[in-house]
């Protein structure tokens, strides 16, 4: 199978994806076309850069964290009242 073959079996795929499911697909696509910069980018970092993100990465996976509408109106709140 040839590009053009390809690039339309994958069109015809995604055309009948349900919403939450094209985005997941737009996402691996967008890791596809950036991996590379991204691990260019990566390299450059600090050791210590490195292992805030590392240990940020673990504690969202063990939930932590916050979630981002809390997080907003909590200083919405702060700042409007100052």
Request: hydrophobic share 35%; aromatic share 4%.
């Amino acid at each position: 199978m040839d590009a053009s073959e390809l690039k339309m079996r994958i069109m015809k795929e995604i055309d009948t994806l349900e919403s939450s499911k094209l985005e997941k697909v737009y996402g691996y696509v967008q890791n596809i076309i950036h991996g590379d910069k991204d691990l260019k980018e990566w390299e450059i970092l600090s050791t210590a850069q490195k292992k805030g993100i590392r240990e940020a990465i673990t504690e969202l996976d063990e939930g932590g964290g916050a979630v981002h509408e809390k997080v907003i109106s909590k200083y919405r709140k702060k700042h409007s009242d100052a």
